[in-house]
């Protein structure tokens, strides 16, 4: 993805282990599910309330966000009607804001700690269970130089190259080969999610990065999704659907300037 005259929109700190100064823009995330979702509400800092989809529904959800919590990424499992099966935020505290319905297939996520980066990956019979985490260091350089993996008709193995040269697979060498893909010398792994199944490394792993790239492995029963990243530096400010796929995401400084802010399509 490009986004345009970023570099003015946001400036960065050379030194990248201190965190930027986070405002957020979104308060509280609630909808209503059934199956699926019915409809999804975005309540900002400022009072103004952004609602998607229409009435129905069993079962309320709602989160509250911390004045210093930014939204990082986006998830939706889509379907052919509704807001999709699920939708997830991901958030700068290490939360995952779920909003699903009876339908939403099984997934494991983990968000790295503000500062740290995703070096490694902890499994048990193929279910992920956490991550191996790293403080960013005051050179702001990436420690997973390349992500690399195999799949069929679901994720046989995945695997991280760091930049000194160590290999960490999980996972069997079956399946196609996929990647490698490389990462940018400041780029590095922030989140880490995975579909699961009872064998293999289950139908999909998904790494999210600080330079808003998301890196897929989907196996041949992987089920449709649509996902986006915001790259260090922004936040998610909002969504937006046409008809019932998520398709866009705004963007805007993770200082919470909303007079700036940027669309982006959803991979």
């Known amino acids: 993805w490009l986004y345009p005259d970023l570099a003015d929109m946001v400036s960065l700190p050379s030194d990248m282990s201190q965190p930027l100064e986070l405002k957020g823009v979104v308060k509280r995330i609630s909808g209503l599910s059934g199956a699926a979702i019915d409809s999804v509400q975005l309540r900002m800092w400022d009072g103004s ?9 069993e079962t309320h959800k709602e989160y509250s966000l ?11 499992e889509t379907r052919g009607h509704y807001l999709g099966n699920c939708l997830t935020f991901y958030t700068s ?34 279910k992920l269970i956490g991550l191996i ?5 005051g050179s702001g350089g990436g420690q997973v130089e390349e992500i690399g993996g195999r799949n069929g008709y679901a994720v046989d ?16 060498p079956n399946g196609t080969e996929q990647g490698p893909y490389r990462l940018a010398n400041d780029e590095y792994v922030v989140i880490v999610e995975q579909g699961l199944r009872d064998a293999f490394l289950g139908n999909s792993m998904v790494f999210y990065t600080s330079a808003g790239q998301v890196i ?8 449709p999704t649509r996902r986006m ?14 008809g019932s796929h998520l398709d866009r ?19």
Not at 66 to 75: G, K, R, S, T
Not at 216 to 223: I, R
Not at 230 to 240: D, K, T
Not at 257 to 267: A, V
């Open 49 to 57: 309330k952004h609602f998607h989809g229409a009435k129905g529904g």
């Open 66 to 76: 911390q004045d210093d919590e930014i939204i990082l990424a986006v998830m939706q």
């Open 93 to 126: 505290r290490s939360r995952t804001i779920i909003l699903q319905g009876r339908d939403a297939k099984r997934r494991q996520r983990f968000v790295a700690p503000k500062g740290c980066q995703v070096v490694g990956l902890q499994f048990e019979d193929g």
């Open 133 to 137: 985490t790293e403080r960013m260091t």
């Open 157 to 172: 193995m995945v695997w991280f190259k760091l930049r000194g040269g160590e290999v960490r697979s999980y996972g069997e």
């Open 216 to 223: 897929s492995f989907l196996g041949m029963e992987a089920c």
């Open 229 to 242: 990243a915001a790259p260090l530096g922004m936040q998610v400010c909002g969504i937006e659907f046409t």
């Open 249 to 267: 995401a705004v963007l805007c400084p993770a200082s919470g300037n909303t007079s700036e802010t940027s669309t982006i399509s959803m991979s």
